[in-house]
């Protein structure tokens, strides 16, 4: 076995004990010795974890002079719409590292694998040009969006039959 000082230690976690920047601190100190944190951030782990303790624990280990990384793992391109909070806390795309769910064990199982042979990163910083506008859709409406997504069932909510009934709503 190589010698403590010599082995570089990481931890992976889904940061559910960062409560506050203290509770997160505390923790990472208990570890003998620890060189880096590995967070778990995703549409599977945001439910343990909230965006404040992620900011807890990405201020502790610089905090502390700890490495830190997110690891995100991805069933669809939308999924990385995530990353933009990350960065609204400071943690740069440098930090991240995004993977693909393999169709294997219980992800093949639950058919939830990564089914995109690539992704353009460009969309991500892309606007809908009616963006603040008022769309009219023939023989539906007024509304806010005029993609096809609006056209579904229940539509009620967000196609109006005035401008009037649009702004009330």
């Known amino acids: 076995l190589p010698a403590r000082g010599k082995t570089r230690v990481l931890i992976t976690t889904n940061g559910y004990f960062a409560h506050n920047l203290q509770a997160a601190e505390n923790t990472l100190n208990s570890f003998k010795k620890l060189d880096a944190v590995q967070l778990s951030y995703d549409c599977y782990h945001k439910q343990f974890t909230s965006i404040k303790k992620v900011d807890n624990l990405y201020r502790a280990c610089k ?55 690539s992704f353009n990163s460009e969309v991500l910083s892309q606007r809908c040009p009616n963006k603040d506008k008022i769309a009219y859709l023939c023989g539906e409406g007024f509304t806010t969006c005029c993609s096809q997504l609006v056209l579904g069932k229940n539509n009620h909510s967000y196609i109006h039959s005035s401008i009037r009934n649009h702004i009330l709503s």
């Open 63 to 117: 905090n502390l002079n700890l490495g830190f990384v997110v690891l995100m793992a991805i069933k669809s391109p939308l999924d990385l719409i995530l990353m933009k909070d990350l960065k609204k806390i400071g943690i740069s795309d440098k930090q991240v590292c995004v993977q693909g769910i393999h169709a294997m064990g219980a992800a093949a199982a639950n058919n939830i694998e990564y089914k995109y042979p």
